[in-house]
């Protein structure tokens, strides 16, 4: 009997730590072995020759099939959206299981298990996004879902259907550090948005380039400085989600100065994207109608910066997918809408890694190791699923992507994998893409091509996040 599975040879393999020249032996899902040259046999080998040997990626930030009102429909679901992931070079992803107002938090996790269910590719684990901190919500179902392995949660100071007052922000975050879990904060001021949005409104500005202008820097640099200070009153630690600029980069930067726990996310959009992409006087701009909204160049070359010095922690999709073309997205009732009516959110969970790559490592402003930190190895241990995931080690789950450093890939959505109309990104050239992922040991996708593995992925509970055991309370 062979004494592996399955055998990379001759790649070149890449930590958040280390790069080398080595094997890597899988038997049963796991790294077994590595190694200069593996004796021994397999019942599969990968020559990884002139390949790069990455730990697949942890996206721990992306919307799949999440319940949404007023006839709006997310297009992908656990299937479509994971198929999509494993393509990219995603070996986990972890969306989010939506309390609605008035919901049971523990009927959201319930139905969300039930949508993914048997279609998954790849592993998943759940954050919870709080709307509705009640009672019930704060005394019983939190602190026990956190003891069932759903250890951080979204919080919103935006969106008439899922925010929170400050009052509410500060009993969750007191929450967060009683039981030992992470809040991610989505910082923007609300009030701000409502009084801008009108504004702009009564002069007949309803066109998506207006989204930009309803939600400027100073919105979200308020609310993150906001969120900072709440979480210096409780004294716990937080994470600022999909960080957009320089302004909010600012307020990071001040609170660390100050020795505060403050975590941060960026996302695709806000190194490849600018407000000129929510477009001219036409609807096409709709399709990069997200929030925060991409900003200028300027702030482009900031958050590049920031990526390289160490800011940030964790680099995400955000993938929120609704199609242009369809009432149930983007065209709210098969029309043009005025923005304060256009879903938020866009695709990339396919093109998140290559992105990074390309204008990152082959761009010559991070190293392949800070890239396989950002993407796999920190969110791993943000989110209580280090080392099970995010690294290869022995023992570690055998979530691999074999990546051609040097492959051009010019990106168009018939390419893709997601079951969205569009992508952001149509007609961007980058360099460097995954050929194979394997999750668990098994090839879940190869040369752009999904393997049809339908149901492999399985549920992850995640353990006490680092940064809170760090904390120490
Ligand atoms: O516009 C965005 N980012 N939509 C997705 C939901 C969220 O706020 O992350
Ligand atoms: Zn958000
Ligand atoms: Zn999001």
Request: aromatic residues 6%; negative net charge.
């Amino acid at each position: 009997m062979a004494a592996y599975d399955l055998i990379l040879r001759n790649g070149t393999v890449a930590t958040a730590a280390d790069t080398m020249q080595c094997d890597v032996g899988i038997a049963n899902g796991r790294i077994t072995a590595l190694a200069a040259h593996i004796e021994g046999t397999a019942t599969t080998e990968i020559d990884a020759t002139g390949k790069l040997v990455l730990p697949g990626g942890v996206d721990a930030h992306c919307h799949l099939d999440q319940p949404m009102p007023d006839g709006l429909r997310m297009a992908d679901d656990f299937e479509s959206g994971t198929r999509s992931a494993a393509c990219g070079g995603t070996t986990t992803v972890i969306p989010f299981a939506a309390q609605q107002k008035g919901q049971s938090l523990m009927a959201a996790v319930e139905d969300y298990h039930t949508r993914a269910a048997g279609k998954a590719l790849i592993d998943y684990a759940f954050h919870l996004i709080v709307s509705d901190p009640n009672e019930t919500v704060l005394r019983e179902e939190l602190p026990e879902l956190i003891r069932q392995g759903y250890t951080s949660f979204k919080i919103y100071m935006t969106y008439d259907d899922l925010k929170l007052n400050d009052r509410e922000v500060l009993e969750v975050l007191a929450l967060t550090r009683r039981e030992g879990a992470l809040t991610m904060i989505h910082a923007e001021n609300s009030d701000c948005i409502a009084w801008l949005t009108e504004q702009l409104e009564r002069a007949g500005h309803t066109a998506p380039r207006y989204h930009a202008q309803s939600r400027p820097p100073v919105v979200e640099r308020e609310a993150t400085h906001r969120a900072i200070s709440m979480a210096e009153l409780v004294d716990v630690p937080v994470l600022i989600v999909h960080v957009s600029g320089a302004e909010a980069i600012e307020q990071i930067r001040w609170a660390r100065g100050r020795g505060l726990r403050v975590l941060a996310e960026t996302c695709p959009q806000y190194l490849y994207l600018t407000e000129d992409d929510l477009g001219g006087a036409g609807y096409e701009g709709a399709k990069c109608v997200c929030s925060p909204p991409p900003r200028d160049a300027a702030n482009q070359e900031v958050v590049w910066n920031a990526l390289a010095e160490g800011l940030f922690t964790v680099f995400s999709s955000d993938h929120a997918p609704f199609r242009y073309d369809d009432p149930a997205g983007k065209k709210p009732g098969g029309k043009a809408v005025p923005f304060r009516h256009i879903p938020n959110g866009i695709p990339g969970i396919e093109t998140r890694l290559p992105l990074l790559f390309s204008g990152g490592v082959n761009g010559g402003r991070i190293s392949l190791n800070r890239f396989v930190a950002l993407t796999a190895t920190d969110p791993a241990r943000c989110y209580g699923l280090y080392p099970r995931k995010g690294t290869i080690a022995i023992g570690a789950d055998a979530d691999i992507a074999i990546w051609d450093a040097q492959r051009e890939v010019r990106i168009s959505n018939a390419m893709l994998h997601h079951n969205v109309d569009y992508t952001p990104y149509e007609g961007i050239t980058v360099r460097g893409w995954p050929v194979i992922t394997i999750s668990r040991g098994v090839v879940v996708a190869r040369d752009g091509e999904p393997a049809p593995r339908k149901g492999h992925g399985q549920f992850l509970r995640c353990g006490t996040p680092e940064p809170v055991a760090a904390a120490g309370r």
